[in-house]
């Protein structure tokens, strides 16, 4: 009897810790994230895309990065979250697809993106020996789709394919931008 309720008391003490370490602002944006996430793979889903696109475009920007982590994790896929969200040095998130590790780079954009920000995603994955997944609700222009057709690093999931993502449609095929990587070495070269 005394060990179980040890136990019990124990699993609260972690459950507790736990809640402290995630910071009031970030769990206010998770339950929103959640919630868009619910109506979006349920009631919403038929909503017309332009209305769709609207309700992303106001939400939080920093709600949108956990909303897309949150339709990953949805989906069976490993998630890892940011400690911070300022000063994350341009990865929103990571997310485990298929034994590979993916950064996400989240843009709640209304325009056209901007081809610099792709750049910069682009070097940055080079960089970390990873690839990455430029997730965002604007339009991808013809500089931003030339340069991501160039890279074997980066798939931009915009469109469609976003709306796919969010109310639990398939995902993009993202086999080919595997294949097309040769294996990268620790030191971060070619082999």
């Known amino acids: 009897m005394l060990l179980a ?3 019990i008391v124990v699993a609260l003490l972690v459950l507790l810790l736990h809640r402290a370490r995630v910071p009031i602002r970030h769990r206010w944006r998770r339950r929103q994230a959640r919630a868009m996430a619910l109506q979006l793979s349920g009631r919403d889903r038929l909503q017309p895309p332009q209305l769709l696109y609207a309700r992303l475009r106001a939400m939080d920007p920093l709600a949108f990065e956990e909303l897309l982590l949150e339709c990953f994790e949805r989906r069976g896929h490993g998630v890892v979250r940011n400690r ?3 000063g994350d040095n341009g990865i929103d998130g990571q997310v485990m697809i298929e034994g590979d590790i993916w950064l996400i780079q989240a843009k709640r954009y209304a325009d056209a993106i901007r ?16 690839r990455g997944l430029f997730i965002h609700t604007g339009r991808t222009g013809p500089q931003s789709r030339a340069m991501v057709a160039g890279s074997d690093r980066v798939a931009i999931i915009s469109g469609r394919a976003l709306l796919s993502l969010l109310t639990g449609g398939p ?6 931008l595997r294949r097309s990587c040769r294996p990268i070495s620790q030191s971060g070269r070619r082999i």
């Open 5 to 7: 309720l040890s136990a």
């Open 84 to 86: 911070r969200y300022t």
């Open 115 to 130: 081809p610099e920000h792709v750049a910069a995603f682009e070097a940055l994955c080079r960089a970390k020996g990873r």
């Open 171 to 176: 995902l993009p095929d993202l086999a080919v």
